[in-house]
């Protein structure tokens, strides 16, 4: 009746990343309390050489797809993506950290651990086809975040902003337990493809429709899509800035992914119940995220909405997917969070290059006249504003052409319609962002910025590949990505 | 002997009514301490619920690991900590509190019609029935083997989570000196 799994060489291959990253929070954990390892040097060394091994691992997770430990672990494009992804934002944030004011605060034993070990659990939740599993998976990468958000560099206005997240993140953790419950208690397994099996006959039951709308509920409140965003604002503006571009962009990768996988293969059966929460988490997200972030002052809260309203066109090509079994709203998805992830840590890698310990929350004035002084700075931030707002020749114009163009082929014209709306109300707040940089006097005095270091500096080389793949992605390169991601697109794709 | 059948479907009304009782008590009592004790009465109904459903192993550890380890921490925690009775507050709606009431109470009018169904007519092989986990060896047995085997990765990462639960905890309640009031 058991049999013990057996463990093959691909199995190892694909845990590779997770048991490196494990291993390595472990050998942080103990240099903390260590005599002679617990400087920030020393720190560090297992910190960089932990996630640059994670990256080599990641990138040679077998491309078929396969199944280990009864669906616990998954190999295949996806989960190699999605896992190269995470672990690469992960191993750009830290070069960002190593230069900010609170890099010495990050580069602790213990901020590392928790650091390492949240990421592990991130990888665990994009490489999973069980409940179970992605349950444990997000739970690992929650805790790590609520903590780190608040301490590592402790003040008043950071750990507010991790209670509101820790306590509005326990209950959406609930809901979305209460629903995976319930979609056991109705199909009586734990896998996806199990339920994916099931559902046909039983798509209609009421244990079904409320798991998978609580599920829904829970993954919306992790993608931050209005209603379920109050804390986002609070939880970006008040976290070091490197780990506001972490979780901006790590949390987002590992949801759409799971999102993927339910909507379009457990759920995919059961489009009419899903599809109208989703159309209305859609619409409510893209329209106040855009205008919330209209009358911000303060850039990362600006940031913040503006990530809420990102998470909004995302969702509206999850809706595509409610009438369509191929892989083009998928490969949308995929595209436009590629986008979305290169050009906020772009923005933020702008904004950390600002900082300083004693300005550490920098305002739209702050920017004034920007260009006179910083003129790379600010013509990469141009470009990450263009990129944002949509407009060509940037990333985000393709990004939001598939998206919609996915849409449009689902004949969702309202949603898109919405969408095109949107986009014209971001143009302002992006736009008055570019014209404050390049027109305006200087309103602050300079010297509450960070002065230019004049060497070459990590955050300036993230930045600088981050402009170059945005201006590429959104010029020569769309075709060239969007052909590779067929094969991930239809691994996803159950018809 | 017809009456008999309607035992167990009673015994889980009662059961769940206490239960219900209990969690409403742990929230609206005064005395932190009295709300630890009502929780660890309301671990032990549910305890009491998992046995009815012959889930023996499951009732031993909820009465073992959180109504005997975990609730007396949190005494212990209330203890240290010397916290005193709340002091009494009117109960007052205000405009915002009663909205919020009756959007609960639409909520959970909601999600009761949804659940007021049977179970659906499912049959998977992930599922023993209460016959065949007697027959592979009890609960206990089966219990381990599936976590041993089937959940071995989740259970594995489990353990990292605690992990980092702990090291959590510790970050959190150290009294850092870099503290700043801003």
């Known amino acids: ?495 | 002997m017809e009456a008999l059948y309607l035992v167990p479907e009673m015994l889980f009304y009662v059961l769940a009514g206490l239960i219900l009782l209990s969690s409403v008590m742990v929230v609206a009592a005064r005395n932190p301490v009295t709300s630890a004790i009502f929780l660890v009465v309301d671990l032990f109904f549910i305890a009491a619920l998992y046995a009815q459903l012959d889930a023996h192993f499951t009732a031993a550890i909820q009465v073992l690991v959180y109504a005997g380890a975990i609730v007396v921490l949190f005494v212990f925690v209330i203890m240290i900590l010397n916290l005193k009775p709340e002091a009494v507050r009117g109960i007052r709606f205000s405009v915002g509190e009663a909205v919020v009431f009756l959007i609960t109470l639409a909520g959970f009018v909601i999600v009761g019609s949804e659940l007021a169904h049977t179970a659906p007519d499912v049959t998977t092989s992930g599922n023993l029935g209460v016959a065949a986990i007697e027959l592979a060896g009890g609960n206990t047995y089966v219990v381990a083997m599936r976590m041993f085997t089937a959940f071995l990765w989740p259970f594995e990462m489990a353990s990292v989570l605690i992990l980092l639960a702990i090291v959590a905890c510790v970050m959190v309640a150290k009294k850092d000196k870099r503290v700043t009031k801003v």
């Open chain 1, 1 to 495: 009746m058991f049999s013990f799994p057996e463990i093959t060489s691909s199995f190892y291959y694909t845990a590779a990343p997770v048991l490196i990253l494990v291993a390595g929070s472990m050998v942080a954990l103990l240099q903390g309390v260590s005599q002679g390892f617990a400087s920030r040097r020393s720190i560090e060394v297992t910190a960089w050489l932990t996630i640059f091994a994670a990256i080599v691992a990641a990138a040679v997770i077998p491309g078929e797809q396969a199944e280990f430990l009864a669906g616990g672990l998954l190999s295949g494009n996806l989960a190699r993506t999605g896992q190269f992804a995470i672990l690469a934002i992960a191993a750009c944030v830290m070069m960002m950290m190593r230069e900010h004011h609170t890099g010495a605060s990050f580069f602790r034993g213990e901020v590392a651990s928790i650091f390492l070990m949240l990421v592990s659990g991130m990888l665990v939740m994009v490489s999973s086809d069980d409940l179970v599993t992605l349950f444990v998976g997000l739970e690992l990468a929650s805790i790590g975040l609520y903590v780190i958000l608040g301490y590592v560099q402790p003040n008043r206005r950071s750990q507010e902003g991790a209670i509101k997240y820790f306590i509005l993140g326990s209950v959406a953790a609930a809901i979305l337990l209460f629903g995976f419950a319930l979609l056991y208690a109705a199909t009586g397994t734990m896998r996806l493809s199990g339920i994916v099996a099931a559902l046909p006959s039983i798509a209609n039951h009421g244990w079904v429709r409320l798991g998978a709308l609580l599920t829904l509920v829970g993954l919306g409140f992790k993608l931050a899509l209005v209603p379920f965003h109050m804390w986002a604002p609070d939880a970006y503006e008040s976290a070091p800035t490197g780990i506001t571009a972490f979780m901006a962009t790590t949390v987002k990768v590992m949801i759409l992914t799971v999102a993927l996988r339910l909507f379009s293969g457990a759920f995919s059966t059961m489009s009419e119940v899903w599809y109208p929460a989703m159309l209305i988490l859609a619409v409510l997200s893209m329209v106040v995220g855009n205008i919330m972030a209209l009358v911000q002052t303060n850039l990362k809260r600006m940031l913040a909405y503006s990530s809420i309203a990102h998470s909004g066109y995302m969702a509206v090509a999850i809706c595509a997917l409610s009438t369509t079994a191929t892989g083009l709203p998928i490969r949308a998805i995929l595209f436009y969070l590629l986008t979305y992830v290169l050009v906020s840590l772009g923005a933020f890698a702008v904004v950390m290059s600002l900082e300083t310990a004693e300005n550490d929350q920098l305002t739209i004035d702050d920017l004034s006249g920007l260009a006179k002084k910083r003129p790379w700075l600010a013509l990469s931030m141009t470009v990450f504003m263009f990129s944002f707002g949509g407009m060509p020749p940037t990333a985000g114009f393709i990004g939001k052409f598939f998206v919609f163009n996915a849409a449009l082929t689902n004949h969702l014209y309202g949603l898109v319609f919405i969408g095109i709306i949107g986009s014209a109300i971001s143009l302002f707040y992006y736009l008055r962002l570019v014209v404050r940089m390049y027109m305006a006097e200087p309103v602050a005095p300079f010297g509450a910025l960070k002065p230019a270091s004049g060497g070459f500096t990590l955050t300036a080389a993230v930045l600088a590949i981050a402009v170059v793949t945005t201006v590429l992605l959104g010029t020569i390169l769309p075709g060239e990505v969007m052909e590779r991601l067929v094969d991930t697109a239809t691994e996803v794709a159950r018809k």
